[in-house]
């Protein structure tokens, strides 16, 4: 006759169980730090340019020399693509960097970009991925799911509006004349786009543009004030006026 496991024991098998699946589990936390803080796809509205903005929100300079951005429809068929975004340099601590892309006759020009693709981004649902390599993935996440090894070169994910691939749930969706934002300058990563993006007004920042405090969330404190100066006084207030100092 087989004998009752007992019901602690097939607790921790149950317990053990979600915790390798959990482990198993795709995770699209930025590992390097950078992540994707902006993305408008109003070309011809506020800003001529559709555009994507980097940050680096870790405490270490990233070197992106390969890596591209890479666009695909919110629910379409069509996989990921690198429209052309062939990125280098190194990424400071804190410091953005401007990528544009597809380009109308109106509206208004972004600031001196970064680095420049020919991606035509939808202004209200699509998704972007910042790719650690300069192939196209073969995949889009939806009907042409991402394999572990595809999923491995996608350092940040953003789905936005209706998009069937995100981070969590999709980021909300933008308009026309409003683009997406990454909460606290862009240092918020939570890993769900709908919690760590609202949607406003575009205001995109370049590499040249005034650094974020994202490591400890703050800036650094100033230094402390150099000690006072020691009291000073003449000889004779010391020796005294006699022929011994007292």
């Known amino acids: 006759m087989q004998r009752a496991i007992p019901h602690r024991l097939t607790a921790v098998a149950r317990s053990a169980a979600a915790l390798l699946a959990a482990i198993a589990a ?5 590992a390097p ?5 902006q993305v408008y ?24 020399a390969g890596w591209s951005i890479q666009y695909a ?18 990424l400071q601590p804190g410091q953005y960097w401007l990528v ?16 420049s693709g020919s991606s035509d981004l939808s202004g209200t649902a699509g998704k972007v991925a910042l790719v650690n390599q300069a192939a196209s993935l073969a995949c889009n996440g939806g009907s ?7 999923r491995s070169h996608i350092v940040d994910l953003v789905g936005y509006g209706t998009a069937n691939f995100a981070e969590g ?29 609202v949607a406003g007004t575009p205001a995109p920042r ?11 969330g703050t800036a650094p404190p100033p230094p402390p004030p150099p000690p006072p100066a020691p009291p000073t006084a003449a000889i004779w207030q010391i020796q005294g006026s006699g022929a011994t100092s007292p």
Do not use: M, W
């Not at 429809?73 to 190194?90: E, K, Q, R």
């Not at 042409?144 to 595809?150: G, L, M």
């Not at 999709?170 to 240092?187: D, H, K, Q, V």
């Open 26 to 30: 795709p995770v699209f936390a930025s």
């Open 33 to 37: 730090g950078v992540v994707i803080s």
């Open 41 to 64: 796809g109003g070309n011809g509205n506020t800003f001529a340019s559709d555009y994507v903005e980097l940050l680096n929100a870790g405490a270490s300079p990233v070197t992106l």
């Open 73 to 90: 429809s919110a629910g379409g068929v069509g996989n990921f693509v690198n429209g052309g975004t062939a990125l280098n340099g190194t």
């Open 100 to 115: 544009k892309l597809s380009t109308a006759s109106t509206g208004a020009a972004l600031p001196p970009a970064d680095f």
């Open 144 to 150: 042409t799911a991402c394999s572990a090894d595809q």
């Open 169 to 197: 749930s999709p980021a909300p969706a933008p308009s026309r004349t409003t683009a997406i934002l990454r909460a606290n300058n862009g240092c918020t990563d939570s890993d769900d786009n709908a919690s760590d993006f």
């Open 206 to 216: 370049n590499s040249a543009s005034p650094v974020a405090a994202c490591s400890g």
